[in-house]
T-cell receptor, first 113, second 116 residues
Framework: AQSVSQHNHHVILSEAASLELGCNYSYGGTVNLFWYVQYPGQHLQLLLKYFSGDPLVKGIKGFEAEFIKSKFSFNLRKPSVQWSDTAEYFC???????????WGAGTKLIIKP | ETGVTQTPRHLVMGMTNKKSLKCEQHLGHNAMYWYKQSAKKPLELMFV???????ENNSVPSRFSPECPNSSHLFLHLHTLQPEDSALYLC???????????????FGEGSRLTVL
């Protein structure tokens, strides 16, 4: 069965630190990859997505993610985090043949001012 | 403003009550979804509707009853719930497969349900 694994449930960083959140999936075919973010008290919103082409994708608020097909990974990065990045981050994957999203359990990111 | 509106935002109900959650989308999408979000768990897909027809029921107990009268509106009727049903219930919409869509979901802010 397809699954998505996010390596850390909680991450605590200081402002200006660099961020990398891991996401691995299990599916051998062609996939679409997403990162969603949920700020405290707000709705889930799309941070960035990969469908095809350049495996390094850039999203909103300075986030980027790199799709490494050989590693089945789609890690989220930001070179310098801000207090306002405090949120929960979700990785999701769907296969081109089945549009239903498979979700990771989420990573809660806390940025200390 | 996400284009997907959910009401009520908060709901407290007893185990014998009957209540409904409402979702409305203004994005022109034809697929709508109910998800359950619990702490430390992946999002759980409950129901999917494409063009008002239910296409997915993810083994959801019958105490949850969805209704989709048109492509813009989705309801979740609740009755005789259990305390473990307390969670954030999220509505989402998307273009359905087959129209050049990729499965990207647009979410509402959720309805926080507490069952006493």
């Amino acid at each position: 069965a397809q699954s998505v694994s996010q390596h850390n449930h909680h991450v605590i960083l200081s402002e200006a630190a660099s961020l990398e959140l891991g996401c691995n999936y299990s599916y051998g075919g062609t996939v679409n990859l997403f990162w969603y973010v949920q700020y405290p008290g707000q709705h889930l919103q799309l941070l960035l997505k990969y469908f095809s082409g350049d495996p390094l994708v850039k999203g909103i608020k300075g986030f980027e993610a790199e799709f490494i097909k050989s590693k089945f990974s789609f890690n989220l990065r930001k070179p310098s985090v801000q207090w306002s990045d405090t949120a929960e981050y979700f990785c999701a994957v769907n296969a081109h043949s089945n549009y239903q999203l498979i979700w990771g359990a989420g990573t809660k990111l806390i940025i200390k001012p | 403003e996400t284009g997907v509106t959910q009401t009520p935002r908060h709901l407290v109900m007893g185990m014998t009550n009957k209540k409904s959650l409402k979702c409305e989308q203004h994005l022109g999408h034809n697929a709508m979804y109910w998800y359950k979000q619990s702490a430390k768990k992946p999002l759980e897909l409950m129901f999917v509707y494409n063009f008002k027809e239910q296409t997915e029921n993810n083994s959801v107990p019958s105490r949850f009853s969805p209704e989709c009268p048109n492509s813009s509106h989705l309801f979740l009727h609740l009755h005789t719930l259990q305390p473990e049903d307390s969670a954030l219930y999220l509505c989402a919409s998307s273009q359905p497969p087959g129209q050049g869509a990729t499965g990207e979901l647009f979410f509402g802010e959720g309805s926080r349900l507490t069952v006493l």
